[in-house]
């Protein structure tokens, strides 16, 4: 069974799981490297577009998209 956990990598190459596990079994894996985040607009526009995105209105409005709410 395929299992995928989120892990930091420390400045001396360290691997730190981001959520509690148990201990990993012994074997291989594969690591899966992702780019960090570089957009400078992105990261200026999230507090002004999270002002938005957290209205009642907005959760009314896509409140069909997440039936278990």
Not at 33 to 54: F, V
Request: no cysteine; proline share 9%; charged share 25%.
């Amino acid at each position: 069974m395929l299992q995928t956990i989120e892990v930091e990598i420390d400045a001396s190459g360290h691997i730190h799981p981001l959520e509690s596990l148990p201990r990993l079994p012994v074997g291989r894996a594969l690591l899966t490297l992702l780019t960090p985040i570089t957009d400078e607009a992105a990261l200026l526009a999230e507090n002004a577009l999270a002002e938005d995105w957290l209205r009642p209105e907005e959760d009314e409005a896509w409140a069909h998209l997440q039936p278990g709410r």
